[in-house]
């Protein structure tokens, strides 16, 4: 339901130089996720009548890269004078003019914060009649954030800036988690009142906080139970450690729901990824974007699957596939590639050192050992001896192999596309097929046997090969 008195305010403006990257700092992913994409998505579930994401820093990238999961957020443009109270104040002007609710300003890159958590939030700031309450933690290291500076009553004084902070104000461990309600009117009227007084030259959004309180208006804070949710990010080591946290609460989200992860420690899920009761990870297992996996599946050890669909019961060892769809009943594996487009059957298998790529693999049909399978359709049934390859590029352009039910082939058969096998047809081992092969059908390519006598005695004499030729002679 919408919450027509809900305003949310994305800051996303940022250039973010202490990660050292081309790419946006709120970019950067974690949980299959770009940083401010978990904070959408946590915006979208308090179901706000206005979201609104401030850009500048790389604004056409950041736009491009959120704009088509996330269309019900609105982008704001930054202009040049910096800081957060000048992104929060241009967010504000582009609300309606009769708004007067409550705006929930998120900074990108605290990704961690959950709905709950905001919820609680925003319904602590309208019992206390607060016209701004905002979300603190406890640190033991507090470097790199903004101390909250309370009164001798525990009442909220305001913010400062760890730069901006002298000795005493930055010995204080509770910290700005970058998160604050507001009530509408009133952050208008004092966001017209922060200057840019201060060591950075910006307009901080947390002087508002000190400017509420010189007017006797009740500024409230809550102190974040989960001091690990208001984690921001500010470069890479930060970045792998709200990662690990990320990955530590879905993995234990899918314990809870019958799944067996055998070792979280080596075990990756990405927040869209969604697995089923009875479900067992095995150790060093990647489950990466939309991937699903059914019931009674096991995956691993030693495996990648991006974007897959995995049925009932099938077991994935050893493997890394992306965009592949892997039938109930199923094997793959170990050691097998994957590639887009790949659909095996129920009961199908693709076995140790296959590849594959935009084949469709029928049911109970078996690529053993040794092959690539691309471009193809395959039947029911069917088994490709070892090594059989699917010749499907000419050096111009990429052609299909078509395969009938019920085909087996030899070891080493090579299928030179376009080329169809009926259904029920053989090859021999070893065949080069350039035609069609009618149903029912053995190809072979025959040429004679030649052997040359004596060749090893001739042509290698004092080796090895020739000492056993000797011995063999003598006793015959």
């Not at 690529?367 to 699917?390: E, W």
């Amino acid at each position: 339901m919408t919450e027509n008195n809900l305003a949310i305010v994305v800051l996303a403006a940022g250039q973010g130089t202490r990660m050292k990257s081309r790419l946006p700092k709120v970019l950067h992913p974690i949980g299959g996720r770009p940083l401010v994409g978990h904070v959408l998505t946590t915006a979208a579930r308090l179901g706000a009548a206005h979201v609104e994401v401030v850009v500048r820093h790389e604004r056409d990238q950041v736009v491009a890269a959120l704009a088509e999961d996330y269309p019900d957020a609105v982008f704001i443009d930054q202009d040049e004078v910096p800081g957060t109270g000048r992104a929060v104040q241009v967010a504000i002007d582009a609300l309606p003019d009769d708004f007067t609710g409550d705006v929930l300003v998120l900074s990108g890159d605290v990704p961690l914060l959950e709905a709950d958590t905001l919820s609680a939030l925003i319904d602590g700031h309208r019992a206390a009649a607060a016209a701004a309450t905002l979300l603190s933690a406890r640190l033991d290291d507090p470097t790199g954030y903004g101390r909250v500076i309370r009164d001798a009553d525990g009442t909220v004084q305001r913010i400062v800036e760890q730069k901006d902070a002298t000795d005493a104000e930055a010995a204080v461990t509770e910290i700005n988690a970058g998160v604050y309600v507001f009530r509408a009117p009133e952050l208008r009227s004092f966001l017209a009142q922060v200057g840019q007084d201060n060591a950075q030259g910006e307009m901080y959004l947390t002087t508002v906080i000190e400017l509420l309180r010189g007017a006797q208006h009740r500024v409230a804070a809550e102190i974040a139970v989960d001091t690990a949710s208001t984690f921001g990010i500010n470069d890479r080591i930060q970045l792998a450690e709200a990662g690990r946290v990320l990955n530590d609460r879905i993995v234990r989200r899918w314990q809870r729901e019958g799944v067996t992860i055998v070792d979280p420690a080596t075990t990756w899920i990405d927040d869209d990824a969604v697995l089923a009761p009875d479900v067992t990870i095995l150790p060093n297992t990647h489950i990466l974007r939309a991937t699903t996996i059914a019931e009674g599946a096991i995956i691993g050890p030693d495996t990648t699957l991006v974007d897959c669909e995995v049925g009932e019961a099938a077991i994935v060892r050893r493997t890394d596939a992306t965009l592949a769809v892997i039938g109930a009943e199923a094997t793959v594996g170990p050691f097998s590639f994957l590639r887009p487009g790949t659909i095996l059957g129920a009961k199908g298998k693709i076995g140790a050192y296959v590849e594959t790529k935009n084949a469709e693999i029928g049911e109970g049909s078996k690529v053993p050992h040794l092959s690539y399978v691309g471009d193809a359709t395959i039947g029911r049934g069917v088994n490709l001896g070892a090594s059989t390859i699917t010749a499907n590029y000419d050096d111009v352009n990429k052609h299909r192999t078509e395969i009938g039910d019920e085909v087996h082939t030899g070891s080493h058969t090579v299928l030179v596309a376009p080329v169809r096998l009926g259904a029920g047809a053989k090859t021999g081992a070893g065949a080069v097929v350039r035609k069609d092969v009618p149903a029912g059908a053995l190809a072979m390519t025959v040429a004679p046997q030649r052997n040359i006598e004596g060749w090893v005695e001739k042509n290698r004499a004092g080796t090895g090969a020739a000492d056993a030729v000797a011995r063999e002679r003598a006793a015959e």
